[in-house]
Nanobody, 119 residues
């Protein structure tokens, strides 16, 4: 079994910062891409940012320059540093990882963490 556990969400004023963390645990042979998605009420889930095992990153245009993704491969952990937060960043943020569990390569999701930015 593989689990992704997120932490770090909360309520912050516009212009503030939050740091999300997500740690994968369980039967893990290798983790390829790790990333963050978000889903606002009534909207589809969208990619925020992702990072490969080699450190190549990708960002949604709406967060580029404000958010920074990083990962610690030794800890199976991915981080999302969110600065200059805006009310439109309010959403449930989900961690995602492509993991080889010794048998098959699969996508895994965290339970989600709420980020609320007040104006």
């Amino acid at each position: 079994q593989v689990q992704l556990v997120e932490s770090g969400g909360g309520l912050v004023q516009a212009g503030g910062s939050l740091r999300l963390s997500c740690t994968a645990s369980g039967s893990i042979f290798r983790i390829n891409v790790m990333g963050w998605y978000r889903q606002a009420p009534g909207q589809q889930r969208e990619l925020v940012s992702e990072i490969t095992s080699g450190g190549t990153t990708n960002y949604a245009a709406s967060v580029k320059g404000r958010f920074t993704i990083s990962r610690d491969n030794a800890k199976n952990t991915v981080y999302l540093q969110m600065n200059s937060l805006k009310p439109e960043d309010t959403a449930v943020y989900y961690c995602n990882a492509e993991i080889n569990n010794y048998r098959v390569l699969s996508d895994y999701w965290g339970q989600g963490t709420q980020v609320t930015v007040s104006s």
